[in-house]
């Protein structure tokens, strides 16, 4: 009953900038926690960037100065600013919506390739 769609993913060169977008829609109460995910061929799914309704922010270690996570709780979108790509950002993002700790939906991902 919830669809969350990313958008925004592209090839981009090193240095590059890029903003995903994603948008939860279909019967929602309210949403805890949005966050966004990164999984590359052959290695596991980690966490980049999660915001909870409040604002909180996290980061993974490997992004924290050059992405930027934001949410507008109204619209139940959330974004995610990437400054500063390198290759290694390489992946399919993912979008995650948590109603709570144990009832959460993904997006379909959304590719990202940075390369020169």
């Known amino acids: 009953q919830v669809q969350v769609v990313e958008s925004g993913g592209g090839l981009v060169q090193p240095g590059g900038s890029l903003r995903l977008s994603c948008a939860a829609s279909?019967?929602?109460?309210?949403?805890?926690?949005m966050a966004w995910y990164r999984q590359a061929p052959g290695k596991q799914r980690e966490l980049v960037a999660a915001?909870?309704?409040?604002?909180?922010?996290n980061y993974a270690d490997s992004v924290k100065g050059r992405f930027t996570i934001s949410r507008d709780n109204a619209k139940n979108t959330v974004s995610l600013q990437m400054n500063s790509l390198k290759p290694e950002d390489t992946a399919v993002y993912y979008c995650?919506?948590?109603?709570?700790?144990?009832?959460?939906?993904w997006g379909q991902g959304t590719q990202v390739t940075v390369s020169s």
């Open positions: 995650r919506t948590d109603f709570t700790k144990y009832l959460g939906y």
């Open positions: 915001i909870t309704s409040g604002g909180n922010t």
């Open positions: 279909g019967r929602i109460f309210s949403i805890d926690t």
